[in-house]
């Protein structure tokens, strides 16, 4: 285990487990293994919104609304639309949801119920899902750049990249 | 989350008398000294879990701590890839340090986590009259990030801190740097703390 970490991109606002934020400054989630790394972007705006998610249902807590898919995305569209963003010009992307252990996995599988319940709550706020990079057993980090039209890269351990 | 000064330093022995159980099969293994560093506690915040693991590719092999508490946490055996490259080299008898893991490799690093693990766990068994068994092991190679979240995510009870109770071992003569990480529930981690308290009392 190394402290603290050696990386650190002093342009872009790291976005922990459970954390969120609303802009149009670059952000980051680093080693999404079974959580969700969201985002949401509106062109006309060209504001955007990125929230880490651990987990499918908060069971009624209501301490980290960031932290669980049915508290994290209605929040986020509402801090949106509270800007002037409208749900049908809001374009969402999503990455994360991997089994990183399969021994493990088999019972829970908790990146796949991530992902699901994601797609469901977006498309219950009609919220067009553009592109997502899923599943899998890799982990995965993602820089979201809202002033760049709402790109979101996607890099891997392996130092494979792509865009979203 | 909060540990007093003297339960941080009742689990910290407990690690000092694990971890030198593991550095001592390490070292009968690699037929290498092994040094080993002071324990570490960490009580972490999920939202600041990047500041501990971070993008750097790891070999990670990871346990549930099962028996008498049937979900008791994980431990690992945390290494870099860099240093799991020496290591199998080491057992293997191979020297190229710039190439891919295979299943060979794959299966050497399981099978020094699980003897290193189960002697970590063997030792606190002894100390504690508290049987903690590993499960099957589970490795993955990638980001320790999204390896360690994903066990975070597994927790059966639903926190917003956890605690990082790492041990480091170093073999100098092979350049290999590896940790043993546990991470209890939050209500074993109260029953560990208890026992100990209590062997103090008397």
Redesign the interface.
Known sequence: MHEPATYRNEQASMIGIGEYRIGSSPMVTIGLGSCIGLTLYDPNLKLGAMVHIMLPESGGREDRPGKYADTAVPLIIKELVALGCKNRSIVAKIAGGACMFEYFGTGLNIGKRNADKVRILLQECHIQLAAEDVGGKVGRSVTFLPADNGRVLIRRADGSSNNL | MKLSDVQADAIQELGNIGAAHAATTLSVMLGSTIEMRVP?I?VVD????????????AAMV?F?LQGEIPHGGYILF?ITRESAVRLTNTMLGLTQIDRPLDEMDESALIEVGNIMVSAFLDATAELLGLVMLP????????????????????LQE?T?EVL?F?T?LVCEEHRIDS?I?MMPETSTLMRIVELLENMVKV
């Open positions: 570490a960490k999920l939202s600041q879990l990047g500041e501990y693991m971070g993008e750097e590719s990871a549930e945390y499960s099957p092991p589970a490795l993955t190679i990638d980001m320790a990030h999204a390896a360690m979240q994903s066990l975070i995510a597994q639903e917003n990082l790492s480091e940790d990480i």
